[in-house]
């Protein structure tokens, strides 16, 4: 089971035992992220699952797809190591992922 440390936006970092096959917004609300909202249900349509992935991680993920990247670029909080948590899928190979959640759009 894949360990997942997810800092919330007050700054406490939390340790998340993340199900392989699930997306990453999945676990993180199963971890009692409440920040992350995922109110399209994981479409990449509302920006409120948007998260900070340290940047020594984002060459393991998939690249961002077009959906992805047209709801991030309207958020006024977009950084260069942004992603979607819906669209990342987690794998055994995101074993100690670190992420922070995105303020809140």
Same mark, same amino acid.
């Given at each position: ?15 998340? @035992? ?9 676990? &993180?609300?199963?971890?009692?992220? #409440? %920040?992350?909202?995922? /109110? ?9 699952? @948007? ?9 393991? &993920?998939?690249?961002?797809?077009? #959906? %992805?990247?047209?709801? /991030? ?20 190979? &995101? ?11």
């Amino acid at each position: 089971m894949p360990t997942v440390w997810a800092t919330t936006r007050r700054g406490e970092t939390r340790q998340i @035992h993340a199900k392989s096959g699930a997306s990453l917004k999945d676990n &993180l609300k199963r971890g009692g992220m #409440d %920040e992350i909202l995922g /109110l399209c249900g994981g479409c990449a349509s509302c920006g409120t699952c @948007h998260v900070y992935v340290a940047e020594d991680w984002l060459s393991r &993920l998939p690249p961002i797809q077009p #959906d %992805e990247e047209t709801i /991030l670029a309207f958020s006024d909080w977009r950084e260069p190591n942004s992603r979607l948590s819906c669209q990342i899928k987690v794998t055994d190979e &995101l074993d100690g992922l670190s992420l922070t959640v995105a303020p809140e759009d």
